[in-house]
């Protein structure tokens, strides 16, 4: 028999592959694979699912991550796909996985951030499922959302002569990542050093404790506004928009001028030999919102803080490109995370 490698077909190309096979039976199914999140129908209201799995070793190391911030952040990862929906997050559950190296206290440290986060995003906790693991812990979160039928936003809806905006500064997270992998190489091989992470609170507090952005999402209503698209930035600018272009069967062109990059991301980067604007592209875990609008409603969202139009939709032949400060125009690269 055959054996294929999985990093042939990368996530992505995985995904597809496993789940090709599986049309939608049920009406109420509106939405299954392909997008962040599921969407059920379900009366006057859809229903709107999500899931997430984060594994020990790959997705957090608790050399540097306090359990209750790892606690935080699994529920807003989630959390960050319903909003990208359009939609309101309403319920959670949580599995997880966990090695007799964990304690109670461990335990209680993590819930901890799931509690805080539940009561700062307004969510109620409703289940889950606690088992063994052979080594490490595994966080399994799953998010059901609330939203109307005709304000739901999918990746498929941009068109041609659209807006492109951002929610916020990118590659703070990434950097932070770097800055915390850095440090924990130098303790361990000095054990005696303390980290140093003056100036640098900004990048950290991206990378342990991300926030989703509910607060856009209630501003979309008020100023009734209705993206063509939305995605949340899990993955890189670049791999974002790479998504909505595929759905939406379009080109799209991303000015290097319209990515916001916070100063203290800047000097990091450099500090790190890395081009700010590539740690934005290609960097990870922002969790703000990448959006398109219709052109006519730039001047609804002109005054909303915090929205940075980042560039415009463009035919599908006329590919995915960046415009550099200098001029010039690249052909985008999607990278993101290689998991496998
Ligand atoms: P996100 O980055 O927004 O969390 P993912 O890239 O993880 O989204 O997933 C993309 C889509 O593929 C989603 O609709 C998700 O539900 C679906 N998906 C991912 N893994 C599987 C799987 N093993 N089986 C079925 N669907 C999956
Ligand atoms: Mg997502």
């Known amino acids: 028999m055959q054996r294929t490698d999985v990093n042939t077909l990368g996530e992505f190309g995985l995904i597809e592959h496993l789940t090709k096979a599986f049309p939608l039976r049920n009406p109420s199914s509106l939405k299954g694979v392909g997008d962040d999140a599921a969407v059920i129908e379900n009366g006057d209201f859809c229903t709107v699912v999500s899931t997430d799995m984060l594994v020990e070793g790959i997705h957090f ?3 540097y991550t306090p359990l209750k911030h790892l606690g935080y952040k699994s529920v807003v990862v989630n959390l960050s ?3 990208a929906m359009n939609a309101l997050p309403k ?6 996985a966990i090695s007799n190296r964990y304690s109670v206290e461990a335990l209680d440290e993590l819930y901890t951030g799931i509690r805080a986060a539940c009561e700062y995003y307004g969510v109620d906790l409703v289940g889950g499922d606690t088992t063994s693991s052979p080594k490490g812990m595994v966080i399994s979160i799953t998010a059901i959302g609330q939203g109307q039928k005709e304000r739901l936003t999918y990746r498929s809806g941009a068109r041609v002569g659209d807006l492109i905006c951002i929610t916020g500064d990118l590659g703070a997270a990434y950097l932070g ?6 440090e924990k190489r130098i303790w361990q091989e000095t054990p005696d050093v303390q980290p140093n992470f003056e100036n640098q609170q900004y990048t950290i507090t991206r990378q342990l404790k991300p926030e989703a952005r509910f607060d856009v ?5 008020r100023v009734d506004v209705k993206p063509t698209a939305m995605i949340d930035i899990s993955d890189g600018l ?8 595929k759905q939406s069967g379009v080109g799209a062109l991303i000015e290097e001028n319209g990515v916001p990059i916070h100063p203290e991301t800047e000097l ?7 081009d700010p604007i590539t740690c934005a592209l290609s960097g990870g875990e922002d969790y703000e919102l990448l959006f398109t609008i219709r052109p006519e409603d730039a001047e609804k969202i002109k005054f909303l803080p915090e929205i940075y139009i980042a560039g415009e939709i463009l035919d599908a032949s006329q590919g995915v490109k960046l415009s550099t400060k200098g001029g010039n125009l690249h052909d985008l ?7 496998f």
């Not at 990542?177 to 850095?182: F, T």
């Not at 690269?333 to 998991?339: I, L």
Request: charged share 20%; proline share 0%; hydrophobic share 50%.
């Open 268 to 274: 990091l980067a450099l500090k790190f030999k890395l």
């Open 91 to 96: 319920q959670i559950t949580v599995s997880i």
């Open 238 to 245: 670049a791999s974002e928009i790479f998504h909505i272009c």
């Open 333 to 339: 690269k999607a990278q993101g995370w290689k998991h």
């Open 61 to 63: 190391d608790l050399a």
């Open 177 to 182: 990542l770097q800055l915390l992998e850095r």
């Open 217 to 221: 999402i209630e501003a979309f209503h």
């Open 81 to 83: 796909d319903i909003y």
